[in-house]
């Protein structure tokens, strides 16, 4: 994304309003990551989200400085590390004695260990996606770079 | 008023896809397919999933118009005149008779006896609030009940950023040429 570096180097209005758009925009995410039980959204949407304040923000600044927030090797961990946290909840499970990903088993009652069991696999699916379409991202841009 | 947004609704998507299906400025058709997906979104609202609602807003008009943005600049603005058309044309036409032949068999929407609505969801309905705990009986449903399916997207997920890696990430191409 050289070319989308130097051309939004001018572009004054698109570097001010995504400057506050971006916070805004990744505390939304958040919100939806962890109000996923109440209201519409959960793990993947939130991932989407966040990852688009990420892809927002390399359009808009260049690949390099958005790769100082997000290295490719973390993003590469965070990809995989997302699904092994929620195969590790299903275990876990098994290991209080419940079968795999049966979440009750993690709380002292029921429903307790379901909302934990709920939380910690929405943070997998969210962490999974946004790595990963920011992955994306990032391996296109890096393409187009080299042309 | 409902049915009056839902043909609103069905008239813009149609517009759109028609726009998408003919124009050559593929800058405009990603911006295009985005709206269609926006309107989607809004059609699923007017049905109240809502879940699927924020999904398809966030997944189709988000975050794969900025992929497909991003890979545009890779490929270029302008779509060349594809030539031989007929081939295609007919297995599209066969498709869509195909699945237009099949919806003759499915019932009518929203009827109750309908078999989404008499096998497992009442008992998500009924039961969900005291074995989950949670009011949004969507998210108990993906995460909990159907806890094996959403593992299985998510490595869907990861396999997808692991295979676009393999392909056109990893170390410079250039290391091959140098032989």
């Known amino acids: ?147 | 008023m409902a049915e009056l947004i839902d043909v609103l609704l069905f008239a813009f998507l149609l517009a759109t896809a028609f726009y998408v299906l003919l124009s050559r400025d593929l800058l405009a058709v990603v911006m295009v397919a985005g709206i269609y997906s926006l309107l989607s979104a809004g059609m699923f609202l007017v049905m109240d999933a809502a879940d699927v609602a924020f999904t398809e807003a966030a997944v189709g008009a988000g975050v794969s118009t900025l992929l497909l943005l991003i890979a545009l600049t890779a490929t270029g603005r302008w779509e060349k005149p594809a030539g031989h058309r007929v081939v295609p044309l007919l297995v599209v036409l066969a498709t869509g008779a195909t699945l237009v032949y099949g919806t003759l068999d499915l019932p009518p929407i929203g009827k109750p006896d309908n078999p989404p609505q008499v096998h497992v969801a009442p008992h998500y309905l009924e039961r969900s609030g005291e074995e989950i705990g949670i009011p949004n009986v969507v998210t108990s449903v993906l995460a909990s009940y159907r806890g094996f399916d959403t593992l299985g997207e998510v490595v869907v997920v990861f396999t997808a950023g692991l295979g676009v890696f393999l392909l056109i990430g990893g170390p410079r191409r250039r290391r091959g040429g140098e032989k």
């Open chain 1, 1 to 147: 994304m050289s070319a989308g570096r130097d051309a939004m180097e001018g572009q004054l209005i698109l570097r001010v309003v995504s400057k506050f758009l971006i916070p805004v925009i990744m505390l939304f995410a958040l919100y939806v990551q962890f109000h996923g039980e109440y209201g519409p959204g959960g793990g993947f949407q939130a991932g989407v989200i966040m990852a688009s304040a990420l892809i927002v923000h390399m359009l808009v600044f260049g690949l390099d400085e958005t790769r100082r927030v997000a290295p490719l090797p973390v993003l590469r961990v965070l990809s995989a590390g997302g699904a092994l946290l929620y195969g590790a909840v299903g275990i876990v499970a098994m290991l209080f004695g419940g079968n795999f990903l049966d979440y009750g088993v993690l709380g002292p009652t029921a429903p307790t260990g379901q909302v934990i069991g709920i939380i910690v696999i929405e943070l997998g699916v969210g962490i999974t996606v946004a790595s990963t379409m920011v992955l994306l991202a990032f391996l296109f841009a890096e393409r187009v770079r080299e042309r």
